[in-house]
């Protein structure tokens, strides 16, 4: 069993940055892959980036080159660094976990078996 908590969020103005952290509660974090998701009203989850038990990183177009996702295995804790920062990022941002093979960047919302509450970035311009 894997608890997610998603931190970090909030408002700030375009071309900003923020960064948000996911903190997990568990002795086996390590071997999850984990991934960043975010929600926009009356849009899908879409997946952010993700990043595999070994390290291995896969980011969504949409945020390539702004922002950069890395696990810290012995605070058990996933930051997603974000910098400039748009208004279409605004959305509900949720942390998740995939029981995955060490080298696995998890991809799909529906193989992450564990969820965070999220936590809301508005983005103003």
């Known amino acids: 069993q894997v608890q997610l908590v998603e931190s970090g969020g909030g408002l700030v103005q375009a071309g900003g940055s923020l960064r948000l952290s996911c903190a997990a509660s568990?002795?086996?974090?390590?071997?999850?892959?984990m991934g960043w998701f975010r929600q926009a009203p009356g849009k899908e989850r879409e997946l952010v980036a993700a990043i595999s038990s070994s390290g291995s990183t896969y980011y969504s177009e949409f945020v390539k080159g702004r922002f950069t996702i890395s696990r810290d295995n012995a605070k058990n804790t996933v930051p997603l660094q974000m910098n400039t920062l748009k208004p279409e990022d605004t959305a509900v941002y949720y942390c998740?976990?995939?029981?995955?093979?060490?080298?696995?960047?998890?991809?799909?919302?529906?193989?992450?078996?564990?969820w965070g509450q999220g936590t809301q970035v508005t983005v103003s311009s």
């Open positions: 568990g002795r086996t974090f390590g071997s999850y892959a």
């Open positions: 998740a976990a995939a029981a995955a093979s060490f080298t696995w960047v998890v991809l799909t919302a529906t193989q992450y078996n564990y």
